[in-house]
């Protein structure tokens, strides 16, 4: 069995330290709640595709819309508001 391996050089190499500075860790977990509020949308989307809409999916859907709005607007409020050079 021959084993397939790449015969050219990569055109950009990749930089040494792939790990996430301590900055873009902070601000992956100020954004969490936004995330997982667009997961859940996005979960009670998928199953619109597979069945016909009930009542009860059309609630889900507004709900996890409305989690997505809130915890946006959280997360817009918790931001800082840059200071005016004056």
């Given at each position: 069995m021959k084993s397939i391996v790449a015969r050219h050089t990569g055109v950009t190499p990749l930089p040494a330290d792939?790990?996430?500075t301590d900055a873009e860790l902070n601000e992956?977990?100020?954004?969490?709640d936004v995330v997982l509020a667009e997961v859940e949308l996005l979960d009670a989307l998928i199953v619109l595709?597979?069945?016909?809409a009930l009542?009860?999916?059309?609630?889900?859907?507004?709900r996890a819309n409305n989690r997505v709005?809130?915890?946006r607007r959280d997360a817009?409020?918790?931001?800082?508001i840059p200071q005016a050079v004056a």
């Open positions: 792939l790990e996430p992956i977990e100020a954004e969490m595709l597979d069945r016909p009542e009860f999916d059309a609630r889900r859907v507004r709005l809130a915890a817009a409020n918790k931001s800082p």
